[in-house]
């Protein structure tokens, strides 16, 4: 395809100006590739590796080009012949071994906390990006842990599944709270196991195709009995929603994509039961790139939050523009997600907002690295809402 639609939507782009770094570009490295005699060189492994895979080429393009489709072939075969240095593979080695991790997160929440405390965090961040990005928690909110069963307020309207995520139930805990303390007010019971520590988001995002696929089949292990699967993290819903194409002709993996729900999708499809209460806010939504461009999910999250009474709604410029975070881009492309995630922040701050809506925790970590304005996820909101509290 050559109509060039995809080329102002694409982030990578708009940081390296190269046709190399657009989503047409890279197809055709992709097909150059597969010519007899050619390897994975170091220049394609560069610009693939530049690829965020926001997916807002697939959104944009007028052809139904799959490029989604096509990036998430190409990155497991980087892995195995791109051309690394022993210093990348040691970088995301160390990345997965932490981030995908809860317990690891745990401990080190508390020396996190104390860097802030400490006003380090600037200095230590500039050897070490994700003490930079990590977002700023209590030790003590970390160790939280969520009931395994939570009841329905009334009369029972069914029995849902949460998937708690790992940073998610670490650093966001009290957005995991949050949501199912909102499910349970519409009427669901809440089950939220503990295991597994991950749904392999990350992996499959990033071409890190052995354990991803590991850790689907962990997640279908714990989740399958259940008739309804919901996360409120853009990310895991995108891989776990995936999960058919990863293991493409398994119908029990096809079976347990179609149960994932988004928890904005699965609210929006709901009469309302819980009252809202009033909570005067201006409030700017950013969509997160695997809630709006893999997912398809952008009016549900702004409806939910516009029942909300006396909120006011606010919309930034170049929503389509992802914010840098894309898995673990930020942490391996650090100068190009820098560029990205000042460019958010400042549209974001344009609007003149008292709080930032943002659906996922990359997102929130990378845009608050930018941005003082406080940062909360929609079902935090809508929770506070019900309760008649603020933020």
């Given at each position: 395809?050559?109509?060039?639609?995809?080329?102002?939507t694409?982030?990578?782009?708009?940081?390296?100006?190269?046709?190399?770094?657009?989503?047409?570009?890279?197809?055709?490295?992709?097909?150059?590739?597969?010519?007899?005699?050619?390897?994975?060189?170091?220049?394609?492994?560069?610009?693939?590796?530049?690829?965020?895979?926001?997916?807002?080429?697939?959104?944009?393009?007028?052809s139904?080009?799959?490029?989604?489709?096509?990036?998430e072939?190409?990155?497991?075969?980087?892995?195995?012949?791109?051309?690394?240095?022993?210093?990348?593979?040691?970088?995301?080695?160390?990345?997965?071994?932490?981030?995908?991790?809860?317990?690891?997160?745990?401990?080190?929440?508390?020396?996190?906390?104390?860097?802030?405390?400490l006003?380090?965090?600037?200095?230590?961040?500039?050897?070490?990006p994700?003490?930079?990005?990590?977002?700023?928690?209590?030790?003590?909110?970390?160790?939280?842990?969520?009931?395994?069963?939570?009841?329905?307020?009334?009369?029972?309207?069914?029995?849902?599944?949460?998937?708690?995520?790992?940073?998610?139930?670490?650093?966001?805990?009290?957005?995991?709270?949050?949501?199912?303390?909102?499910?349970?007010?519409?009427?669901?019971?809440?089950?939220?196991?503990?295991?597994?520590?991950?749904?392999?988001?990350?992996?499959?995002?990033?071409?890190?195709?052995?354990?991803?696929?590991?850790?689907?089949?962990?997640?279908?292990?714990?989740?399958e009995?259940?008739?309804?699967?919901?996360?409120?993290?853009?990310?895991?819903?995108?891989?776990?929603?995936?999960?058919?194409?990863?293991?493409?002709?398994?119908?029990?993996m096809?079976?347990?994509?179609a149960?994932?729900?988004?928890?904005?999708?699965?609210l929006?499809?709901?009469?309302?039961?819980?009252?809202?209460?009033?909570?005067?806010?201006?409030?700017?939504?950013?969509?997160?790139?695997?809630?709006?461009?893999?997912?398809?999910?952008?009016?549900?999250?702004?409806?939910?939050?516009r029942?909300?009474?006396?909120?006011?709604?606010?919309?930034?410029?170049?929503?389509?523009?992802?914010?840098?975070?894309?898995?673990?881009?930020?942490?391996?492309?650090?100068?190009?997600?820098?560029?990205?995630?000042?460019?958010?922040?400042?549209?974001?701050?344009?609007?003149?907002?008292d709080?930032?809506?943002?659906?996922?925790?990359?997102?929130?970590?990378?845009?608050?690295?930018?941005?003082?304005?406080?940062?909360?996820?929609?079902?935090?909101?809508?929770?506070?809402?019900?309760?008649?509290?603020?933020?």
């Amino acid at each position: 395809m050559h109509c060039g639609f995809c080329l102002p939507t694409c982030p990578s782009y708009a940081v390296f100006p190269d046709e190399m770094d657009s989503p047409r570009g890279r197809i055709l490295l992709m097909r150059v590739g597969h010519e007899p005699g050619e390897r994975v060189s170091q220049s394609m492994t560069t610009h693939f590796d530049r690829c965020l895979g926001c997916m807002a080429c697939v959104t944009a393009c007028p052809s139904g080009v799959r490029y989604d489709r096509l990036i998430e072939r190409v990155r497991p075969q980087l892995e195995r012949h791109g051309a690394r240095s022993r210093r990348e593979r040691a970088l995301r080695a160390a990345i997965f071994g932490v981030l995908t991790h809860p317990g690891r997160l745990r401990a080190l929440a508390p020396l996190i906390a104390l860097q802030d405390r400490l006003g380090l965090r600037s200095r230590l961040g500039d050897a070490l990006p994700f003490v930079r990005l990590a977002p700023r928690t209590r030790a003590r909110a970390a160790f939280a842990r969520l009931p395994r069963v939570t009841p329905a307020v009334g009369a029972r309207r069914g029995t849902v599944a949460f998937m708690q995520g790992c940073v998610q139930r670490v650093f966001f805990a009290d957005a995991n709270a949050a949501t199912v303390r909102v499910l349970a007010a519409e009427g669901f019971e809440v089950h939220a196991p503990r295991a597994p520590r991950c749904c392999g988001a990350l992996q499959l995002h990033a071409g890190d195709e052995g354990p991803a696929r590991s850790l689907a089949l962990s997640t279908v292990d714990a989740y399958e009995r259940y008739d309804a699967v919901v996360t409120n993290v853009a990310g895991c819903g995108s891989a776990m929603k995936d999960y058919g194409h990863m293991f493409e002709g398994d119908e029990r993996m096809q079976a347990f994509s179609a149960k994932v729900r988004d928890v904005h999708e699965f609210l929006a499809g709901l009469e309302p039961r819980a009252r809202r209460h009033p909570l005067a806010m201006r409030v700017a939504y950013h969509d997160a790139c695997h809630l709006a461009q893999a997912q398809q999910i952008r009016d549900q999250p702004r409806e939910l939050l516009r029942s909300i009474p006396q909120l006011e709604l606010l919309e930034p410029r170049e929503w389509e523009l992802c914010c840098g975070s894309a898995g673990i881009y930020n942490l391996t492309q650090p100068h190009a997600a820098a560029e990205l995630g000042a460019r958010k922040a400042a549209n974001l701050r344009a609007t003149g907002a008292d709080a930032i809506a943002a659906a996922n925790p990359g997102c929130a970590s990378q845009i608050g690295a930018y941005l003082d304005t406080p940062i909360h996820h929609p079902m935090v909101l809508l929770d506070h809402s019900i309760r008649g509290t603020r933020p």
